[in-house]
């Protein structure tokens, strides 16, 4: 009676019933990786997809001799909005730059102890390089039309020191940087502040375009470009 009472309770330990610490994985947790540590988010893979095709449409709308009509008008409109906004947009835009942007996506991840995110962040940072390059390679062909706007659009207002009046300009490095890293961090927010990096990714977009340094196919496609990695990222550590 003593050996089978045993048996009984190694069986109810082992395998009859979860650990105190332990919460079955319920079915909208993702899938479970190999390791069996942190399940896999399959909604991020939709987000990469989205980006993938947000930045496969800017690149084919972009390989044309010229810059488009409608992207005249777009840009004309954006760039030419009140000067007071430039006060309003040039705090989010220094996200875009590699060591801001970087620093501050680790601080997030510390914040919530998500060391796996903290990773991601530095991953984000380091394949924003790459892909730059990469999109940067595929147009070429094109890197003549798509310079900045203060040598592709006749009278564009350049605003700030630092807005380079010519060179390639596509697609935005900043956006890319804030695209990836805000999607990377957004799975350690709750509730209404998971809308917060991607209302930051708006406002430098449109803060790209006003200040003269991008025409709006550039921010497009640094948007999917971004999306797509972070997308890809967060599935994994978010």
Request: aromatic share 6%; hydrophobic share 50%; charged share 15%.
């Amino acid at each position: 009676a003593i050996g089978a009472l045993g048996l009984t309770q190694q069986l109810g330990s082992d395998g009859g019933g979860a650990s105190p610490g332990h919460r079955p994985r319920q079915a909208g947790d993702g899938v479970e990786q190999a390791d069996g540590l942190r399940p896999m988010n399959i909604g991020w893979f939709v987000v990469s997809g989205v980006g993938l095709l947000i930045a496969a449409l800017s690149i084919v709308a972009a390989r044309r001799p010229d810059i488009p009509p409608w992207e005249v008008r777009v840009f004309r409109a954006v760039n030419r909005l009140p000067g007071w906004l430039y006060w309003i947009l040039w705090l989010p835009m220094q996200l875009g730059n590699l060591v801001v942007g970087t620093l501050l996506g680790l601080i997030a991840a510390r914040r919530t102890h998500e060391w796996a995110v903290a990773v991601g962040v530095v991953l984000a940072m380091v394949l924003k390089l790459v892909t730059e390059r990469v999109v940067r390679h595929e147009m070429t062909d094109y890197l003549t039309v798509r310079e900045r706007p203060g040598t592709s659009q006749p009278g564009a207002v350049l605003r700030g020191k630092d807005v380079p009046s010519h060179g390639p300009s596509f697609p935005s490095g900043h956006v890319i940087l804030v695209a990836a890293i805000a999607t990377v961090v957004a799975p350690t927010l709750s509730g209404v502040l998971v809308g917060g990096p991607f209302l930051l990714i708006v406002l430098v977009m449109l803060g790209r375009v006003y200040v003269g340094a991008h025409n709006p196919l550039d921010v497009t496609a640094g948007l999917g470009t971004g999306l797509l990695l972070g997308g890809l990222i967060a599935a994994f550590v978010g």
